[in-house]
């Protein structure tokens, strides 16, 4: 099994069920904007083989997934314009929240409502 189709099957999982609950950490202005910035970040991901987690629960698979994933906090806070504190607070929430996934893009329900959220913004 190839890299891109590792990385399919084990997300797939996770998009199957987006839904507005993972939208709910948005009110956070860092979180959106780590949002925004992620599919920029330059994403480390050794991926596993799905056959890896056997029966394991979402959750589980979630927390093993991402301890195979490297992150630059610092090059995060710079695209954030932030501190590396607030940028690694606001990837905490999101990686929590499953807003984010380890192969650069952003859960597509998150990604509408901070689109949304964007667009009331500008007028």
Known sequence: MEHRERCETILARFR???GAEQ????GDVAVRRLIMLWP???V???VPDPEDFGDMGDGE???EIWLSVGVDLVEVAGLMDSSIDLAREAFEKARAGRMIYPDGTVNRKVREVVAAMELRGRK
């Open 23 to 26: 939208a709910a950490g948005l």
């Open 44 to 46: 480390g991901w050794e």
């Open 61 to 63: 698979v979630w927390r």
């Open 40 to 42: 920029s970040v330059r």
């Open 16 to 18: 199957v069920v987006e």
